[in-house]
């Protein structure tokens, strides 16, 4: 079936408007149409050709949430009309160990919600920038917040659940003082999360500006990280580090914040690699640096039961589906607080 969609067709040209075919749902199937979207940094990278392998015509989106409007004859646990989201994954091999254990997100036959290959046209995914999804039921999560609420779930789907899981694995709560760097898309995500599950939350910026943002969003404490003396107070004071900022820089700054046994756990994805950090920062105190993607399936369900029950939601600008180019310039700058979600009923003006 034809639905409408925004895309691009070369690195160097703007999305515009174009039309894509859906399958139609089969046995385990889910149709959802599309309400609203987040704007994802990573899509700017993908449909920009600035990541290598981009697949064209590429329609971005993985920041997904609709109702659901046809289900497929073996599909038990959804029924139309229900509030539904899709985040980062809409297939994997259903066999591995990752599989097994619910972390279909290192799986590596990952598909991903657009630029993987599908037997579908056109042989690649096609995301959340439409107005129609058809996934497998394994990979479609409940939303249980209120409607009203539905646009701001939506980069719960990639900004919440990539601050989320290594809070949770890494046992982020009452006791633990957790760090959260950079406040973006991510970051305020992160301050958010890490207060709601009781720790004492500490917020690193660059910018004095961002102070009362920070605290705003939870907060108990604000550092600028260009302030030497500043940092130097929080010396070995840190159970936990989620550093978010998505640009080389620094890491040993950081790590000298951690205590003996800290983690800093990277989820940002700079373009060209951090400088290495001294390794005398780790051993002396038996710190580690570690990375996470995402989180599976079960885990992103988890938190968002977990944002619902505690009200979380993310801070958005909403935009219009013809808006995206300018959206994408503006997030370059920086200029969003903290995430753009479209409109998908836009698509149809």
Known sequence: MSVKAYGAHAGDQPLEPIDITRRQPGAHDVQIDIAFCGVCHSDLHQVRGEWAGTRYPCVPGHEIVGRVSAVGAHVKNFQAGDLVGIGCIVDSCKECPDCGDGLENYCDNMIGTYNSPTPDAPGHTLGGYSEQI?????????????????????????????????????????????????????????????????????????????????????????????????????????????????????????????????????????????????????????????????????????MLDFCAEHGIVADIEMIRMEEINTAYERMLKGDVKYRFVIDSATLAA
């Open 134 to 302: 058809v996934v497998h039921e394994r990979y479609v999560l409940r939303v249980r917040h209120p409607e009203e609420q539905l646009a701001a779930v939506a980069p719960l789907l990639c900004a919440g659940i990539t601050t989320y899981s290594p809070l949770r694995h890494w046992n982020a709560g009452p006791g633990k003082k957790v760090g959260i760097v950079g406040i973006g898309g991510l970051g305020h995500m992160g301050i958010k999360l890490a207060r709601a599950m009781g720790a004492h939350v500490v917020a690193f910026t660059t910018s004095e500006n961002k102070r009362k943002d920070a605290e705003a969003l939870g907060a108990h404490e604000v550092v600028v990280s260009k302030d030497a003396d500043a940092m130097a107070a929080h010396a070995k004071s840190l159970d936990l580090i989620v550093n978010t900022v998505a640009a080389p820089h620094d890491l040993d700054a950081l790590l000298q914040l951690l205590k003996r046994d800290g983690t800093m756990v990277l989820v940002g994805a700079p373009a060209t690699p951090h400088p290495s950090p001294n390794v005398f920062n780790l051993i002396m105190k038996r710190r580690e640096i570690a990375g996470s993607m995402i989180g599976g399936i079960p885990e992103t369900q988890e």
